[in-house]
């Protein structure tokens, strides 16, 4: 921790020992305690004032640029995959200059991997990247500290059921020269996963950079469903970066040279599969779109202009059990949604893919009539939801943020617990569990467990204040079941605030150790991540 927030912090009378902030703090949304005695808030004060000057994005040609399809790696038996971290350049929009990147393989997304169920895939990680990272990294930051290498690496496959060995754990990293081999058994439904580093301390950075790539998964069923498949199924890869006038990504500091670390990260630039307003030439029929949240912290709220309606047929963890119609959709960071866009009745005109009010990239359809036999049944698959009474064991787990004296965040806990602390969460391997998900501030969490998938059971509102005060949760409202688009199976979702959330997980596959932490890349980073561990 930086030396003016720990004085603070102590000044308060937070700190112990060690260093270990419990639940004694005041979460973001409550003013600090002041201390009887105690002197003038200390708090570190910005010595950086210079800002680079930073592009207008509204000022660039819309829809100039095709969107880019990121190469599709089909895994053959018996041959690993070989993928590269590699510093690369990329062209964001066709009037900017390269952008200088950290990507697997030359491309940002990565390479989209296609897998099939219950066929494994192995793959060789190498890490050929520079040795300084390009980024400001927070030495101060759990995982971060000087005398770790600058440039690390490792690889999570997000939403795959996989040995823990293979998950990508946050402190096996490798450094550039290192490489890797980690296997994906793929014994699960078909399912729109994704790739991304998993760094301890530098994640944050490491996916700013662009490192992240599509994991598709497809098993028999949803093969002989019929959904619009080949040429008429894309990637929509999500992201946003602040970039200069001359192209390059910029990442917001806190203006203290030594202690650069903020809490969230929004850009001014939206793009998709790597690329600012692309556009993609459709024909008037159905298409099926994976689309991905790989921001950093930006939740984005999709519809398409004018409100025309859409399918949702899958989330996280695969299909839901019948389409969804929709006229937006509001998707947090490491969600994924499985869409289809029928663009039929929309020949020879162009509509847009908006985030509220601004435009992400535009579908151009053609002119004219084509026929179409593909299909969207209205049964997708069998969903049976989960019965409260499975479950052997609840566990209640608190989301905190601590601000200082002028309620700038400071730093974020899941169950007022610091990453080294030890291991509180011991679910047993095949056991079912209710994850009871208190959310003490003012954000909304996207929650992800690694190995499980999980269903939501429900979202109550409760009074905070008096939980801060009394450790009770008294309700407020009524339970809210959710909604039909989330009422799958799902690895992250969204934990409100003011609100418990309640996940039913069953966790089956491996023992071993695994992680759980907000997928708001910043709070991850210092420290809304801990590890838990199945035992067999």
């Not at 496959?157 to 058994?185: K, L």
């Not at 729109?192 to 069923?221: C, K, P, Q, S």
């Amino acid at each position: 921790m930086h030396p003016s927030r720990r004085r603070f912090l102590q000044g308060m009378g937070l700190l112990a020992g060690t260093g270990a902030l419990r639940a004694f703090g005041a979460p973001m949304h409550m003013a600090m305690p002041t201390a009887k005695g105690s002197g003038l808030c200390k708090h570190a004060v910005a010595d950086q004032t210079s800002v680079p000057r930073l592009l207008d994005p509204s000022r660039l040609t819309p829809f100039v640029d095709t969107l880019p399809r990121p190469e599709v790696l089909h895994p053959k038996a018996g041959t690993a995959l070989r993928i590269a971290m590699r510093e690369s350049e990329q062209r964001l929009h066709r009037d900017l200059p390269p952008t200088r990147l950290w990507t697997y393989g030359d491309s940002m997304p990565g390479p989209t991997i296609e897998a099939r169920s219950g066929v494994p895939v192995r793959v060789e990680w190498s890490n050929r990247l520079p040795l300084k990272h390009f980024l400001p990294i927070d030495h101060h930051v759990c995982g971060a500290e000087p005398d770790k290498p600058e440039v690390r690496g490792v690889v999570h496959v997000h939403g795959a059921r996989v040995p823990a060995a293979d998950d990508g754990y946050p402190t096996d990293w490798m450094v550039p020269g290192q490489s890797r081999a980690q296997t994906y058994p793929n014994r699960q439904d078909a399912a729109t996963l994704w790739y991304h580093d998993h760094t301890m301390g530098i994640e944050r950075l490491n996916l700013y950079a662009g490192l992240f790539g599509m994991y598709l998964l497809r098993d028999v069923h949803e093969l002989s469903l019929g959904l619009p498949s080949g040429d008429f199924e894309w990637p929509l890869v999500l992201t946003d970066r602040l970039l200069t006038e001359d192209g390059q990504l910029y990442y917001p500091t806190s203006g203290i040279s030594d202690a650069p670390w903020v809490p969230e990260v929004f850009g001014n630039a939206m793009l998709v599969n790597g690329a600012l307003m692309p556009r993609l030439d459709v024909q008037a029929r159905r298409y099926r779109f994976r689309v991905l949240n790989a921001a950093n912290g930006r939740f984005f709220r999709l519809s398409l202009r004018g409100q025309r309606p859409f399918l949702q047929i899958g989330s996280d963890q695969g299909l839901l059990a019948s389409p969804v119609q929709q006229t937006s959709l509001f998707l947090a960071p490491g969600e994924r949604a499985d869409l289809v866009v029928d663009f039929a009745s929309m020949d020879g005109t162009a509509i847009e893919l908006m985030n509220d009010a601004l435009p992400l990239m535009q579908f151009k359809v053609a002119a004219g009539k084509v026929s179409d036999s593909s299909r969207v049944p209205s049964t997708l698959r069998d969903v049976p939801r989960m019965a409260e009474t499975s479950a052997t064991q609840t566990r209640v787990l608190t989301i905190d943020e601590y601000a200082d004296c002028v309620s700038t965040p400071m730093l974020m806990l899941l169950d007022g617990k610091h990453w080294h602390e030890p291991v509180s969460e011991k679910p047993r391997l095949g056991s079912t569990e209710i994850w009871s998900l208190v959310n003490l501030t003012e954000d909304t969490h996207p929650i992800h467990l690694h190995l499980v998938r999980f269903q939501i059971l429900d979202r109550r509102p409760f009074d905070v204040d008096e939980y801060l005060e009394s450790k009770t949760i008294r309700y407020t409202g009524p339970a809210q079941p959710p909604p039909a688009h989330e009422a799958g199976w799902k690895d992250t979702a969204q934990v409100y605030p003011g609100m418990v959330t309640r996940y039913i997980i069953t966790f089956e596959g491996y023992a071993g150790r695994y992680v759980w932490h907000c997928h708001l890349l910043e709070h991850a980073s210092n420290e809304m991540m801990r590890p838990f561990e199945v035992v067999a």
